[in-house]
């Protein structure tokens, strides 16, 4: 620790430990000890440098110091201070004030960081999803499927018939996707609240609805929505957007933890729209693949959408395009991800 | 307020509280510290709240001294990432036992909202001094289960007509736990502001709120007429309108909430007497008040978030123009000594906001 000159003393408050009285004081170094004096010159605290408290100046406040006796020192003006404590001020200033080249690197930081992030985040967050045990996933899906089956979800009406066929699909589709054996089942319900639709659940339960069933023209276009659920389950993107959105909340909790409520809701608009990019990334993985099987079938990989352009035919155009605010990539985009290729 | 304290009337001094900040220099601390807290990932926000509360407090003074705040910020961001972990386990078992999770949290909430309310307070009052000696809180476990989960509770039969009530409650509880170095504060508050502010606003929001309701149904009446065949594409467009309906009310809530908020700050302070003798005396207009407020968000939502430094510079110096301390003698004989802040996930779960904190 540099000593400064003994000579040189500063003029302040000094006050009192354990109560609310201060008086005129100062205070000035010998060696490598900090003394303060009352106003009648006696001394009244003797601590080493080390062991006294220099809180970073508040800007336009005056200085403040506690020694370990509880006594407190402060005084206006920073040349004192600089003068006082020497290095050890350089250390909290350097901390708390920034030079024009610290700022220019901080800006240029922080305006790379959401491309840092854009490209990162999801590699990062996948490895942790990789990390998680298939079993959580598991217990996930099979308390979603109790919750909808319970609710929303009754009885399939569909022929036995209709239903051994596309269980036989579905085998074949199985076997196809180099999944492993026992990790996906095929149920069928029906479902008034989510019409023609099918799903993958994260234990590997693929639901088919009937009335999604009831649209179908051809084997192939049935064997296409399973194919695309099957890939969901492999890639296990339930799990993966979990991670995803749950890394999402605590970023923006940790940033703008002490923000406004309105900088909040900015932010959880901001996480929904990245979770939808997230969506449709999936999704058109999930197209990728099922293209994949379906030709490794010898199946034509284009029937899916065109069961999907059924389903939505009072959607029109919108359902057409991609937007940022959407789930699923536009019908136009998903009949080229299974179209190309290959 | 005046004329009580004859004897001591020539030692009655009029000290009002003031704020010296500015909004350039507190841009410049907001701005640097949101900086590092993005390329931290967000672990310098620990440190850039501290910093910032040290500049409101510091330039918040009173009879020629400032407050100061001595919170750790490792101790906040510790904090954080144990309210981060609790929010990623309970999502997680949410997944799993949604039914068991809610009923626990519920629970949970009902078991730890009053241990949580008082940490933050007393983490929030220990950190603060004025004149080198510190706040002092020490809470009751089961005074705040009364005043803070149960009492509302039962408040919500009288359909918000009790809550300058239950306010007065929960301000009392926390002013008479408080104190200045081992100086006890005392809270007598009255509640008289807060129902003037009710009975013109309740009103006038139900008055907007059938306004806009008119226009809209003007606007859109025979869409809805055509609809009601399709309950989803209704519903829909039932959402779409309650958003709109939302965004403009959210001035007049604004207006509302900041006036009442005002009523309250006031009352509060018109009240509280420390040590038996100190009073204190709260001269805000809460709707003036409330319009000030709105003004200073419009500007700052406005400006993209940009001038929100300078709202709260403008706001907490209007706030402190308006806050006078009657004191009698000189404020020099308080004792006291630092006591344990303890740990700061209480107030770090933001339970104290919208309670009396704004009164400060
Ligand atoms: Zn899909």
Redesign the pocket.
């Known amino acids: 620790m540099e000593p400064s000159d003994p000579k040189k003393e500063i003029a302040g408050r000094l006050f009192d430990s354990g109560s609310s009285r201060f008086q005129p004081g100062t205070i000035r170094c010998l060696g490598d000890r900090v003394l303060a004096f009352d106003a009648d010159g006696n001394q009244t605290v003797s601590a080493p440098l080390g062991s006294v408290q220099i809180d970073p100046p508040v800007r336009g406040m005056p200085w403040r110091v506690r020694f370990p006796n509880g006594q407190a020192f402060e005084s206006n003006g920073p040349t004192g201070f600089d003068m006082l404590f020497g290095r050890e001020a350089g250390r909290v200033k350097r901390f708390h004030g920034l030079t024009p080249m610290r700022w220019t690197a901080l800006i240029l930081a922080s305006l790379a960081l959401p491309f840092v992030l854009w490209f990162g985040y999801p590699i990062a967050a996948d490895n942790v999803a990789r990390a998680v045990p298939v079993s959580l996933d598991r217990s996930i899906g099979q308390s979603t499927f109790r919750e909808l089956d319970g609710a929303v979800f009754d009885k399939s009406e569909l022929p036995s018939a209709r239903k051994a066929k596309m269980r036989a699909i579905f085998t074949e589709i199985l076997r196809a996707s180099d999944l492993a054996p026992g990790r996906a089942r095929l149920v069928f319900r029906k479902s008034d609240y989510f019409g023609a639709n099918a799903f993958a659940l994260p234990d590997g339960t693929v639901v088919m609805l009937d009335d999604l069933v009831a649209l179908a023209e051809s084997d192939d276009e049935i064997a296409g929505v399973l194919a695309?659920e099957v890939a969901?389950i492999r890639e296990r993107h339930s799990m993966r957007q979990v991670v995803r959105a749950a890394g999402i909340s605590v970023l923006a909790l940790l940033i703008l933890g002490d923000g406004s409520s309105f900088a909040e809701e900015i932010a959880a608009m901001g996480a929904g729209i990245v979770q939808f990019s997230y969506n449709r990334e999936f999704?058109t993985e999930?197209d990728l693949a099922s293209a994949q099987i379906m030709r490794k079938l010898g199946r034509d990989p284009n029937a899916m959408i065109a069961l999907l352009r059924r389903v939505y035919k009072d959607c029109g155009e919108s359902c057409e395009e991609t937007s940022i605010l959407s789930t699923h990539p536009g019908l136009r985009d998903r009949l080229e991800t299974v179209s190309g290729g290959e | 307020m005046d004329g009580s304290m004859q004897s001591a009337a020539q030692e009655e001094r009029r000290l009002p509280f003031s704020f010296s900040g500015t909004g350039k220099d507190y841009f410049g601390i907001c701005l640097r510290t949101f900086l590092l807290a993005m390329v931290t990932l967000g672990i310098y926000d620990a440190w850039g709240t501290v910093e910032r509360r040290r500049y409101l407090l510091g330039h918040t003074q009173l009879d020629g001294h400032g407050f100061d705040y001595h919170a750790k910020p490792w101790v906040i961001l510790l904090a954080r990432l144990i309210v981060v972990a609790a929010i990623i386990d309970i999502n997680i078992f949410a997944r799993i036992w949604p039914k068991e999770v809610a009923l626990g949290a519920a629970l949970g909430m009902f078991v730890l909202l009053p241990w949580l309310i008082n940490s933050a307070w007393r983490f929030t009052l220990r950190n603060m001094s004025y004149r080198n000696l510190r706040f002092d809180f020490k809470g009751n476990y089961f005074q705040a289960l009364w005043y803070f989960v149960l009492l509302p509770f039962l408040a919500v039969f009288a359909l918000g007509l009790a809550s300058p009530l239950v306010t007065r409650a929960q301000a009392q509880y926390v002013a008479r736990h408080m104190k200045y170095g081992d100086a006890p504060f005392s809270l007598e508050m009255t509640v008289g502001g807060m129902y003037r502010v009710l009975l013109v606003a309740i009103p006038l929001l139900v008055l907007i709120g059938a306004v806009i309701g008119g226009v809209l149904g003007a606007l859109y009446g025979s869409e809805i007429a055509a609809l009601t065949d399709r309950p989803e594409a209704l519903g829909e467009l039932f959402g779409g309108l309650i958003m709109v309906v939302y965004l403009l009310m959210l001035p007049a809530f604004v207006l509302a909430a900041m006036s009442y908020r005002a009523a309250l700050r006031n009352a509060v302070l018109c009240g509280a007497v420390l040590d038996g003798r100190h009073k204190f005396e709260g001269t805000l207009r809460p709707w003036r008040y409330g319009l000030f407020v709105l003004g200073s968000w419009i500007v700052a939502v406005l400006s993209l978030g940009f001038a929100v430094p300078w709202a709260v510079v403008r706001i907490r110096r209007y706030q402190m123009d308006h806050t006078v301390m009657i004191a009698q003698g000189d404020l020099d004989d308080f004792k006291g000594r630092e006591r344990d802040a303890g740990d700061a996930v209480g107030a770090e779960t933001g339970v104290m906001e919208g309670i009396v904190g704004g009164a400060f």
């Open positions: 695309h969901h999704e999930a």
